[in-house]
């Protein structure tokens, strides 16, 4: 829960509101009136760093336009594309667009939008006032926008056309809406607040223009702000009837129809909506400025933590520095104990070719034990006629040939296989390999032997 500033730019006045948001309650703290000449000092004196913004455009462009149905990454472009064509005045601007759904043309079908554009000269003028202050703007709305979002709450609002009239002092704004989405607007220049007969007349010609134009007849006139003398509206071509405020504005009845534009703001903006006409180019100059602000942030933090973590380990690096220089003492008191090893060293070295000899020489393999573990050869029915050993890194490579005696070819497989048993079963004796010739009844057996 915390406070939030919406700023409203009308003809006349700026308002202020100081709102807070809390459990779905929007509670309205403080609103201020300000004239163009002392928002300056409003700017000098606030904390806030960020603002949203809402403002009632005099010279903006709107309109419904067509384009072909293309992948959503193309609208943009192709809808920036008719508004230039349709309206080449319009040299930088920025805009938004509503899709309304699909319609056919001459057996075509086409996508339908409603667009709205403002000069970005204008625009700049609003974010100006708070540049020069180091202000910045985080949203800026167009007051028709948000009071459209505010008038879907409103209990007489159905699936017909509404045409919405709301008044803030002398602004008056005039928008339809079909299920909730924008189709047309219009400001009405106006002398004077409350709706009265130039005001009606006026509302009577948009009226017949949206029926001609659009071919869309009002079912009924909602009246939202500061007209709320509902019985002077006889002569409209439409019903009028009061909106009824949603019951979460915490704010009296007065309070809520001045201040109608920035409240409509403040909840608008709550839900995100992705409708903001900054400039593009001073929206990447704010995203710059901010994600310097949080690495800035991220930066300090981290050398706080830092800093927290040295001062918490400092006596252990006085310790480790106490130990380093113990130990330097140590290695100068045995170095000279270093140079006289180095001698005895190299004295060695010159015996070292006679004391491997005497190694490899005690190290070579005791055929007296292979020849003894092979007893296991010694079974009936089997004759070895060779037995060739060779010497490995750390073991003895064997091969055996030999013959098989027997009157029949199971009681060979049998001899066979219990010789192989043997070898197997042998706790020094690897069986690699085994061959045996079916025919002249020969066989051949690779092993290694090791020594456990």
């Not at 270093?338 to 060293?345: F, L, P, R, T, V």
């Not at 004796?429 to 085994?434: A, G, K």
Request: with cysteine; net charge positive.
């Amino acid at each position: 829960m915390s406070e939030q500033i919406t700023i409203s730019f009308e003809s006349e006045v700026i308002r202020i509101i100081h709102t807070v948001l809390n459990r779905g309650n929007l509670r309205v703290q403080k609103t201020l009136i300000l004239h163009d000449e002392e928002f300056d000092n409003f700017l000098k004196t606030e904390k806030e760093r960020s603002f949203t913004v809402v403002c009632n455009f005099k010279s903006f462009y709107q309109d419904i336009i067509l384009f072909p149905p293309v992948k959503g990454k193309y609208y943009k472009t192709l809808i920036e594309a008719e508004i230039r064509k349709k309206s080449p005045d319009l040299k930088d601007f920025s805009f938004f667009y509503t899709l309304l759904g699909e319609k056919y043309l001459e057996g075509k079908a086409r996508n339908e939008a409603f667009v709205f554009a403002v000069n970005n000269e204008e625009l700049f003028g609003i974010i100006n006032k708070f540049n020069k202050h180091g202000k910045a703007v985080s949203y800026l709305y167009p007051s028709a926008l948000t009071l459209s979002y505010l008038a879907q709450s409103s209990e007489n609002l159905n699936s017909e056309p509404v045409l919405c009239v709301a008044a803030s002092g002398t602004d008056k704004m005039l928008f339809l809406m079909k299920k909730g989405n924008l189709l047309f607007l219009r400001a009405i220049c106006s002398q004077e607040g409350g709706l009265h007969d130039i005001d009606i007349q006026n509302i009577n010609m948009s009226i017949n223009y949206i029926r001609q134009t659009l071919r869309l007849t009002p079912s009924q006139i909602i009246l939202i702000g500061t007209i709320d003398k509902c019985d002077t509206t006889k002569n409209l071509l439409a019903p009028a009837v009061c909106m009824k405020y949603p019951q979460y504005i915490l704010a009296t009845n007065e309070t809520i129809k001045e201040f109608i534009v920035p409240i409509s703001a403040i909840l608008y903006a709550e839900k995100q909506y992705m409708v903001n006409l900054l400039p593009q180019s001073y929206r990447n100059i704010y995203y710059q400025k901010r994600l310097l602000a949080y690495c800035t942030i991220a930066l300090l933090s981290f050398s706080a933590i830092s800093l927290v973590y040295l001062k918490m380990n400092i006596s252990k690096i006085f310790q480790f520095r106490d130990k380093i220089k113990s130990l330097r003492v140590e290695v100068m008191q045995k170095k000279s104990t270093y140079h006289e090893d180095d001698n005895h060293y190299q004295k060695l070295q010159k015996f070292m070719p006679l004391v491997n000899f005497m190694n490899t020489a005690n190290s070579s393999p005791d055929f007296q034990k292979v020849l003894i573990a092979l007893e296991c050869l010694n079974m009936k029915n089997v004759n070895v006629q060779s037995i060739k050993i060779g010497n490995e890194d750390s073991a003895l490579s064997l091969q055996i040939t030999g013959g098989i005696t027997a009157n029949n070819f199971a009681n060979m497989q049998m001899t066979y296989q219990g010789l192989l048993d043997m070898i197997k079963n042998h706790k020094e004796i690897e069986l690699i390999s085994d061959k045996i010739d079916l025919k002249d009844k020969n066989f051949s057996i690779a092993a290694r032997y090791r020594s456990k």
